[in-house]
């Protein structure tokens, strides 16, 4: 039987990738789907990207590398950090810590709301006629207007 290109001596050296082992490659790719987007993450499972034996492992490592370098590209916005951000110590408080701090923020937003509402009283009642046709802008009008210019000629 002869013996795999990447395997010469299967006694002495097990088959690596990237000099890591079965077991380490299926850690890393299992760090590394968590760290992906659920989208992504989805996408791999519905596209059959398993991490159970050589080559559906090393598979999966190089797509992940992939949506990986995608990323690289892009900034998180602010409220993803925040929500990451959120997420990560919600793992640490107990439930009644989380409540408690929840309803201490509502607070706080609602007291700069009252001095957001002194400081810009909005008076004037708005009222929104959905009834009648908005008029046309000056824009469509000059459009219009050339248009039965250009025909007349």
């Given at each position: 039987?002869?013996?795999?290109?990447d395997r010469p001596?299967?006694?002495t050296?097990?088959?690596?990738?990237?000099?890591?082992?079965?077991?380490?490659?299926?850690?890393?790719n299992?760090?590394?789907?968590?760290e992906?987007?659920?989208?992504?993450q989805?996408?791999?499972?519905?596209?059959?990207?398993?991490?159970?034996?050589?080559?559906k492992?090393?598979a999966?490592c190089?797509?992940?590398?992939?949506f990986k370098s995608q990323?690289?590209?892009?900034?998180?916005s602010l409220?993803?950090?925040f929500?990451?951000?959120d997420r990560?110590?919600?793992?640490?408080?107990?439930?009644?810590?989380?409540?408690?701090?929840?309803a201490?923020l509502?607070a706080?937003v609602s007291?700069i709301?009252?001095?957001?509402d002194?400081?810009?009283?909005?008076t004037?009642m708005?009222?929104i006629d959905?009834?009648?046709?908005p008029r046309s802008?000056?824009?469509?009008?000059?459009k219009?207007a050339?248009r039965?210019l250009?025909?007349?000629?």
């Amino acid at each position: 039987m002869p013996i795999p290109p990447d395997r010469p001596d299967r006694k002495t050296s097990p088959r690596q990738h990237q000099n890591q082992t079965y077991s380490q490659l299926q850690s890393a790719n299992k760090q590394g789907r968590s760290e992906l987007r659920r989208s992504d993450q989805h996408w791999l499972k519905t596209n059959g990207y398993k991490n159970v034996g050589w080559d559906k492992a090393i598979a999966l490592c190089e797509k992940i590398a992939d949506f990986k370098s995608q990323y690289d590209g892009e900034d998180d916005s602010l409220e993803d950090l925040f929500l990451e951000a959120d997420r990560i110590g919600n793992k640490y408080q107990t439930p009644e810590e989380i409540t408690a701090f929840q309803a201490a923020l509502a607070a706080e937003v609602s007291a700069i709301a009252d001095l957001v509402d002194e400081q810009f009283p909005d008076t004037e009642m708005e009222i929104i006629d959905y009834g009648t046709q908005p008029r046309s802008s000056q824009r469509t009008q000059r459009k219009n207007a050339s248009r039965t210019l250009s025909t007349r000629q």
